[in-house]
């Protein structure tokens, strides 16, 4: 395996090629045109062919420098990342916290986490990632972020997966609904009824149907929602009844004519897990982060009473 490309001489081909002159090259550099090309000259040697065409004072791509340009744009690109990432780590000084979480859980349980993690650890960056749960995975394996909250799914010997709460599902129905007057739904009656679901791809789909299942009921599903501000805006239009987590609920008294229902005898309840790397030690911002995650989740989610007071 030949040895990676030089990075100057990388950075002088991109240079050049964006500029398509050594003297302006040779200036934004701070290199002499001699050095520029010294560096192109070797960068071709190593490559094998020539990258530019050289048509009296200006240069010109050849189907080969074609071909490396966007290469080099990304890997310049991603070391410039790693230089501000480690300039804002000594900046800030302790460390760093990257998270992944879903959008509409992260909206509700992580602005007073991060809140707790700050007041704690004052000197941590800190940065949110949107996931979702074909890719939470994915963005552990590129190291973008170091820890995932997120519905259990399949087993993955690579990574540890700590219990963070159970996430429990009741549905939403308009208040002039049959079921809203009897705060409950009949399990003979929910087969027929159009049913609104977080996205058929989901974890928590999977466990909704596994549920339904197992009571011989084949859920009549309508549409799916992102988040369950859209599913509760999908019951206003009449498209009908929601499956929603207890916190996205409307409260008692009914929220502008919704009403939650009780699911019956059993209770639906998805188990949400922390993600992270299998013997990779924990830093103490991420240890701190999913010590209040788990405490306030199970706050949010009703599986432990509210603490009065700070943290």
């Keep these: 395996m030949k040895s990676p490309i030089d990075s100057r001489q990388l950075h002088a081909f991109f240079t050049l090629a964006r500029t398509g002159s050594f003297t302006q090259s040779a200036r934004e550099l701070f290199l002499t045109q001699s050095a520029v090309s010294h560096s192109i000259k070797a960068l071709e040697t190593d490559m094998g062919c020539r990258l530019f065409d050289r048509v009296g004072k200006t240069v010109m791509l050849t189907q080969a420098g074609e071909q490396l340009l966007p290469h080099a744009e990304r890997v310049l690109r991603e070391m410039e990342s790693a230089r501000q990432g480690i300039h804002g780590l000594r900046q800030w000084g302790f460390g760093r916290l990257r998270v992944g979480a879903p959008a509409p859980l992260g909206d509700a349980l992580l602005p007073g986490v991060l809140a707790e993690v700050r007041r704690r650890e004052a000197k941590t960056l800190i940065r949110v990632e949107a996931v979702d749960d074909v890719h939470a995975t994915e963005l552990l394996e590129r190291r973008s972020v170091d820890v995932v909250l997120g519905p259990t799914g399949k087993p993955d010997e690579r990574f540890i997966a700590e219990p963070l709460f159970h996430e429990e599902y009741g549905f939403v129905v308009p208040a002039g609904h049959a079921w809203a007057r009897m705060g409950t739904a009949p399990l003979e009656a929910i087969g027929p009824e159009p049913v ?112 009065k007071g700070r943290g």
């Excluded at 084949?218 to 499956?243: F, H, Y």
């Excluded at 309840?269 to 790397?277: C, F, I, L, S």
């Excluded at 009703?302 to 603490?307: I, K, M, N, S, T």
């Design 196 to 307: 609104i679901v977080p996205g058929l791809n989901t974890a928590a789909y999977r466990y909704i149907d596994e549920f339904f299942r197992a009571d011989m009921v084949s859920l009549n599903v309508q549409c799916e929602a992102a988040t369950p501000v859209q599913a509760l805006a999908l019951v206003r239009a009449g498209l009908g009844v929601a499956l929603v987590p207890s916190w996205a609920a409307p409260r008692s008294g009914g929220e502008e004519g919704l009403v939650a229902v009780q699911l019956g005898r059993r209770r639906l309840r998805v188990p949400w897990v922390v993600t992270h790397w299998r013997g990779r030690r924990l830093s103490l911002a991420e240890a701190l982060f999913i010590e209040v995650a788990r405490q306030k989740a199970a706050v949010l989610s009703g599986e432990a009473p509210a603490r």
